[in-house]
Antibody, heavy 120, light 105 residues
């Protein structure tokens, strides 16, 4: 079955960097686009970023554009989120998610999330 | 950026009742709307996509409708496991956005 496992979260000071990973299994990772979605504690969902199956195209929420970079290594079945210049408002549970096959933006499979806390 | 508005923010209901949740987009998004359910401590679960298509394994008591700017999710005969927060999300253009959610308790 499809599994997505996020890792790399932790406590980081404002202005510092962190890289999240999402390891996929149970499907052909290299054939599917992927997303990151975050949820601040006690708040709603915020779509963060998207990458095509081959990594050629990426899109970002305005709130992270220029600071976050999504990438993937299809040989390792792994999705990444490089987060630079972190701010307290980036504190959230970060989920990776995969689309319904053949569509873009219907998030069918989700990991359990990794928590990022930005605090001094 | 397209803004999604959900109403009401909270609904207090009992098992067996029928509930209709609303999601309104700030501009037309065609049928590019999805609905998710989230329970405490769990990842969201896709319920409906492209406004009216049930995702795999979703019970028939869930139905979705709408196009353009106005969408609804209907849950007929609430089951105890349906008490949760429901989010809408569009995929019409970039960036995708979620609504603020409706809590059904």
């Amino acid at each position: 079955q499809v599994q997505l496992v996020e890792s790399g979260g932790g406590v980081v000071q404002p202005g510092r960097s962190l890289r999240l990973s999402c390891t996929a299994s149970g499907f052909t990772f290299s054939s599917h686009a992927m997303h990151w979605v975050r949820q601040a504690p006690g708040k709603g969902l915020e779509w963060v970023t998207f990458i095509t199956f081959d990594g050629r195209d990426t899109y970002y929420a305005d709130s992270v554009k220029g600071r976050f970079t999504i990438s993937r290594d299809n040989s390792k079945n792994t999705l990444y989120l490089q987060m630079n210049s972190l701010r307290p408002e980036d504190t959230a549970l970060y989920y990776c998610a995969r689309d319904v096959g053949g569509t873009r933006g219907n998030l069918l499979y989700w990991g359990q999330g990794t928590l990022v806390t930005v605090s001094s | 950026e397209i803004v999604l508005t959900q109403s009401p923010a909270t609904l207090s209901l009992s098992p067996g009742e029928t509930v209709t949740l609303s999601c309104r987009a700030s501009q037309s998004i065609g049928s590019y709307l999805a609905w998710y359910q989230q329970k405490p401590g769990q990842a969201p679960r896709l319920l409906m996509y492209d406004a009216s298509n049930r995702a795999t394994g979703i019970p028939a008591r869930f139905s979705g409708s709408g196009s353009g700017t106005d969408f609804t999710l209907t849950i007929s005969s609430l089951e105890p496991e349906d008490f949760a927060v429901y989010y809408c999300q569009h995929r019409s253009n970039w960036p995708f956005t979620f609504g603020p959610g409706t809590k059904v308790d």
